[in-house]
Nanobody, 117 residues
Framework: QVQLGESGGGLVQAGGSLRLSCAAS????????VNWYRQAPGKQREFVAGITSAASTNYADSVKGRFTISRDNAKNTAYLQMNSLEPEDTAVYYC???????????WGQGTQVTVSS
């Protein structure tokens, strides 16, 4: 059974930092493309960052220079380091893993990030 589990969310003041983790089981994690998405209340879920199996990364314009995605395949875990957090970053953050063919997509249950002003 495939499971993705996010952790590391919480309440932080503006300007602060958090590191989210996404731990996977039941898949060959290292070959999957991993993304972070977020969904704020009343808004659509949006792409935040992605990392390929070769560790190439891409980011939404709104988080470039502040967030860093990484992965540790030996630990079956991906990370999202979030610095200089802003109230607009408040959302539920989700981890998504996509198989190399794109045919299988797995989502975690989400972790809440709240940034106070």
């Amino acid at each position: 059974q495939v499971q993705l589990g996010e952790s590391g969310g919480g309440l932080v003041q503006a300007g602060g930092s958090l590191r989210l983790s996404c731990a996977a089981s039941g898949i060959i994690f290292g070959i999957h493309y991993v993304n972070w998405y977020r969904q704020a209340p009343g808004k659509q879920r949006e792409f935040v960052a992605g990392i390929t199996s070769a560790a190439s990364t891409n980011y939404a314009d709104s988080v470039k220079g502040r967030f860093t995605i990484s992965r540790d395949n030996a630990k079956n875990t991906a990370y999202l380091q979030m610095n200089s957090l802003e109230p607009e970053d408040t959302a539920v953050y989700y981890c998504k893993a996509v198989s190399p063919s794109g045919s299988r997509v797995y989502w975690g249950q989400g972790t809440q990030v709240t940034v106070s002003s």
